[in-house]
C-alpha cells in the first residue's frame, strides 16, 4: 500500500515530493521523517479536519448523500486509502472542469486547492496520524436545511411547487423520477432566486439530484435569438445538488415564468439500504410586481453535434468527436456550462470564435463523470460576453473502448437516445442577452475605465497586447 501512496504523491506534487522520495531511498520509511528540509508530516487534527470541514463535510455527514461522514479521525480513517485515490484523481470533491484552459472562476467552486491536495496525501502517506486531538477545529455548524435557505434575504418564498412523492426500495438501481408540476401561475412573474429541497431530512440521503424544466408556451426560437436547429428552449430551471440550495439571478436579471407554466422534474434517487419516500420542493422568489428586471435570462439546450438526433453515431470500440457551430444573433453573457452526456461521454469543450477572428476556449471537461452532471457556474466579472455573431463552437467526445471504466459494453453501436446506455450530447447554458447600447455598457463596467472599443473580452490577446 505504502509504495502505491508513493506512486500517487510524485504524480501529484511532482518534483518537490519525488525528490522526497529519493532522499529517503525508496526504503520505504516515511519521507518526511527522512527528508530534513520537507514541512513536518500533517496531522489530521491541525491539518486535515479543516479541509474535509470546508470541502466534504457539505455532503459527507449523516443522514447526507454521500456514503460515510469524514467528520471525525475515527469516521475518517478507515478510507484514507481511498480518499487518496479519489481526491489525487479529483474525482471528489466533484468538481470536473479541466483546470488548464478556459475560465477558472467559479461561483459554485467546491474543488480542491493544489495545496490541499498536497495536504491530504502528505497526511495518508505519512500514516495518516491524527495529531493533537487540542487542535482539532470546533465542529462546523451546517444550517438547518429544512428551512429556506434564502429566506433570511427575501423572506419566506413566493411560490412553493412539489414533487409528487417516489419511494425508494431499499435495494434498487438509481431511479431517474420525471413527474410534472403545475405551478398555479395565473399572471407572468419574473424571478429572482429559485431554491430547491428534498422534503425530509431522510429524503437527502436519496436524492442525488433534482433538476426542475420550466415548461410554458412562448416562441422560444425568438427568445433565443437565434434560429438554430442545434439550440432548443426546454431550459433548465434549476438544478438542486447536495451542498447547494439557492440560485440567485445576477444584478437586474431575471428568469420568466408564465401562466399555466409546469415544472418538469427529474429527480435522480438511489438506495441506500432502506425503502424512503419523499418528494422534492422548488420555492421561487419573485421580483415585486411592476419591477422588472432589465435583462431577461433564458435557459438553452445546445447541441454538440450537428442535425438531427439520428446523426449522433458512435461505432464500437472507437473514440469518436462530434462538434457543433452556433452563430449568437444577439450580444450575449454565457452566465454557466454544464455539459450532458451518458456512460461513453469522456469530455465537452465550449470555444467562442469572436467576429474578429480571434478564438478563445470558454470551459471544457476533459474527465467526465455521469454520476455528477456539474453545473460551472462563472463569477459575475468572468461570465464571458459575447458580441453578436460571435460563433460558439461546442465540441463532445465518447470513449466507446475498454479503456473508458464505465462503459458497459464496448461492441455495442450506440446512438441518441433516453436510456443511459444510449448516449446524448449537449450543453445546458444560461444565456442573457443585451442590446447593442447595454452590452457595450457591460464591457466597460468589466473592463473598468478603459474604453470598451479595445476590450470585448477580459482575456482576449489583442487586448493584452494594447494595455
Ligand atoms: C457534492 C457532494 C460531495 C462532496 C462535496 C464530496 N463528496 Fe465524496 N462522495 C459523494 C458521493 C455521493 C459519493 C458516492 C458516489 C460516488 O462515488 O460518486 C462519494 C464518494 C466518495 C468516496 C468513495 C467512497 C467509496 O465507497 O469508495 C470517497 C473516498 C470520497 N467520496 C471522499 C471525499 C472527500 C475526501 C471529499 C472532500 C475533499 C469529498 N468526498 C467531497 C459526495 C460528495
Redesign the pocket.
Known sequence: MAGTFRAWMVRSSGVAVLAMVVAAGFSGARPSAQAPAAKPAPTFTRDVAP??QS??E???RPDN????S?ISYEDVRP?AR??AQ??ETRQ???WHIDRTVGIQTFKND?S?SDEQIDTILRWIAAGAPKGDPKDMPPPKQWPDESKWQLAGKYGAPDLVIKSAPYTMPAAAQDAWWRPVSDTGLTEPRWVRAIEIRPSTVKGRRIT?HALARLQQAENMRSELFTNDPNVSGDGLFMEW???KNGDEMRPDSGRLMLPGSKIVWEVHYHAIGEAITDSVELGVYFYPKGQEPKHREVLALFNTFTGARTMLDIPPNQVTTTESFVSLKENARIENFQAHMHLRGKGMSMEALYPDGRREMLSQVTDFNF??HNMYIYTDDAAPLLPKGTLLHLIAWYDNTRGNKSNPDPDQWVGWGDRTIDEMGHAWLNITYFGDDEFKAEVARRNGSRPAALATTPAGPQQTAQR
Open positions: 479541509i474535509f470541502k466534504c457539505a455532503c459527507h448523500m454521500a456514503p460515510m469524514l478510507w481511498a480518499i479519489r481526491v471528489m470533491p466533484p467546491r480542491l442525488h445538488a447536495v451542498g454520476n455528477w
